[in-house]
């Protein structure tokens, strides 16, 4: 059987708490079926498998696990985890998702503070930079008629290329502030037709946010996003109670763009080094082919910016008006 370790005490910290949601999510959605057991006649009241199997399949007890997916304990060792995500047949990546989350939920106590008496949690920390660098913007120029950008870890859209905000058509016509491709995704009207898989796209989105938000749950940058999308997105809502943290995110997208037609582009994302969060997007073509042209008539054609436009876009002095 597998070392529990050692309960913390009744409360459920945020960092509990996301780890429980985390289990929870994949017990229900996890059959019987899939993990080998028989199912016997009747109705199960329950969705996926029950607290006790799943417990009984990792070789832990059923009070433990209960603590475990109400956030109450923090402390599982990683025999625990690793016995879990035998038990729930989890990928890699949910493994090592897992292991984070479990990692968050032990911090010490010595992190919470005292004021009169009274621990109270530690200030979040504050989100990544949202500055982009010079050489970054100039970078981004080099790479027309490509469409590049940077984003931050929420999926805010911090510089770009002329063709990086075209692209996505009708991003344009929303205030600076709010250029977000998750936004963008779920609520923008053009989105739905734009995308040739636009399914595909939403999973894929809300399973990076899943990922991220997960292992920084109080970040408000994350959580005013996710808060927003929730309240105005149902197709969101419903992926986000899915608590998926994989998603197959396509090298090749098809846009059924509507001033340049129908283009197949392969994606490609880049880690900003020095800056974390950021992340550079670039899409090619082979040249010489339809969907170059397409690029090319894309980058040529894309709106100027306002002059008074905050947007950190790094000029336009190729594109012409």
Sequence with gaps: MATEGTPTGRGASSEGAELGRFLRARRTQTRPEQVGLTVGAGLRRTPGLRREELATLAGISIDYYVRLERGKETRPSPSVLDALARALHLGDQEHQHLRELAARAALPHSRLRSSGGTPIAPEPPPAPSRTVRPHLKLLLESMRPNPAYVISRSMDMLAWNPGGLALYAGLEDWPVK??????????????????????????????????????????????????????????????????????????????????????????????????????????????????????????????QPSPRSAAPNPGTSRRQP
């Design 178 to 303: 709010q250029r977000n491709l998750a936004r963008y995704l779920f609520l923008h009207p053009a989105a739905r037709t734009l995308f040739h898989d636009w399914d595909r796209q939403i999973t894929s989105c809300v399973a990076r946010l899943r990922a991220t938000a997960g292992t920084a749950p109080d970040a408000p940058d994350l959580t005013n996003l996710v808060g927003e999308l929730l309240l105005k997105s149902p197709d969101f809502a419903g992926l986000w109670e899915r608590y998926e943290v994989t998603g197959r995110k396509p090298a090749q997208k098809t846009f059924h763009h509507p001033h340049v037609g129908t283009i197949t582009l392969t994606s490609q994302s880049l880690h900003v080094e020095g800056t974390p969060g950021q992340r550079i997007g670039v899409y090619t073509a082979e040249p010489g082919t339809p969907d170059h042209d397409a690029l090319l008539l894309l980058d040529m054609t894309a709106p």
